[in-house]
């Protein structure tokens, strides 16, 4: 991947809320139980664009159960921008090394999956390569 030009994230975001609620309402009218949505946001940059409405709806996500923001930090990325969006952020700390977060990604997945829609599971460890960035969203 090579970083060039803008970075669009409220409107990426916004985005990807409705595509997550457009495809959890398809499940809700056929009754199928889902578990709550994952979006996983992979940024090197700070946005171009008004972040503002992508931050309610995420906290209106996050708040209702519906959705888990999930940022990545790689390369310079803005941290304190990745606070404000939500609790999870997560930072690479070697330049250009991110691939394994996507082992991660899978692993974490497989976890949620075998679990009951629900319920907390205890995820795996983050690569040796990230670590957790704290924040005070609350």
């Not at 803008?6 to 199928?32: F, S």
Request: charged share 25%; glycine share 6%.
């Amino acid at each position: 991947l090579k970083a060039e030009g803008n970075t669009p994230m409220g409107e990426a975001i916004e985005k990807a809320i409705q595509t997550l609620r457009d495809r959890c309402r398809v499940y809700d009218e056929a009754g199928v139980p889902h578990y709550k949505g994952w979006i996983f946001m992979l940024t090197d940059g700070e946005p171009t664009d008004d972040i503002s409405k992508a931050k309610e709806l995420i906290r209106q996500h996050e708040d209702t159960g519906r959705l888990k923001l999930f940022s990545v930090a790689v390369n310079q990325a803005n941290i304190e921008i990745l606070k404000s969006l939500g609790p999870r952020v997560m930072q690479c700390t070697k330049e250009n090394e991110f691939k394994n977060v996507f082992d991660w990604l899978g692993a974490s997945m497989t976890t949620v999956s075998a679990s009951r829609i629900g319920e907390n599971c205890q995820l795996p460890n983050l690569p040796e390569n990230f670590r957790v960035i704290p924040t005070d969203w609350a």
